[in-house]
T-cell receptor, first 114, second 112 residues
């Protein structure tokens, strides 16, 4: 099975712009979660989608939004970018009802906001 | 308010010795815990998990111990190998499909 894929891998934007990141989960996985990783902060949960519905949400401002399509692919959008949005954005998928509740992560999209 | 804490940002261990990575949590509602390993430029990789109904789970060189009364878990790696050098994240959740909370990570260096 192919793993979780994320596009693009690297992105450079300027303040005020908006960005859309894409995630394709492992085939058969219906849950997709997004995380932001910054140095010293670990992985901060953004949101989780399951069957095209947002099931959980972290403590991020409304500039961060997401959606999930019927094929479980997910996109994350950040509007009005700020310098502090520079981070590694990770997507993870999981098999609902799986024995370990483990999440399978993609390689991430590294976003740099100038 | 950090619900999952990994108080050691880094750890160095000699090859062949035991590595012990620690994790503390504050929310007594957490009932499932996981450890992930992350190499640079890659996403985290699931290592091992434990349910709150157990106090130990073992998988090869990796063993996770859970002390519910102390709200503490630890990951033991025996014997440590240079390829184990990575950042290790502890994660916790309530299995009523609540969000997964990750700790800040501990960077492990295994010295040959």
């Amino acid at each position: 099975k192919a793993g979780v894929t994320q596009t693009p891998r690297y992105l450079i934007k300027t303040r005020g712009q908006q960005v859309t990141l894409s995630c394709s989960p492992i085939s058969g996985h219906r849950s997709v979660s997004w995380y932001q990783q910054t140095p010293g902060q670990g992985l901060q949960f953004l949101f989780e989608y399951f069957s095209e519905t947002q099931r959980n949400k972290g403590n991020f401002p409304g500039r961060f939004s997401g959606r999930q399509f019927s094929n479980s692919r997910s996109e994350m959008n950040v509007s009005t970018l700020e310098l502090g949005d520079s981070a590694l954005y990770l997507c993870a998928s999981s098999l609902e009802g799986g024995p370990s509740r483990a999440q399978y992560f993609g390689p991430g999209t590294r976003l740099l906001v100038l | 308010d950090q619900q999952v804490k990994q108080n050691s940002p880094s750890l160095s261990v000699q090859e062949g010795r035991i590595s012990i990575l620690n994790c503390d949590y504050t929310n007594s509602m957490f009932d499932y815990f996981l450890w992930y390993k992350k190499y640079p430029a890659e996403g985290p990789t699931f290592l091992i998990s434990i349910s709150s109904i157990k106090d130990k789970n073992e998988d090869g060189r990796f063993t996770v111990f859970l002390n519910k009364s102390a709200k503490h878990l630890s990951l033991h790696i025996v014997p440590s190998q240079p390829g184990d050098s990575a950042v290790y994240f502890c994660a916790a959740l309530k299995t009523s499909y609540d969000k997964v909370i990750f700790g800040p990570g501990t960077s492990l260096s295994v010295i040959p």
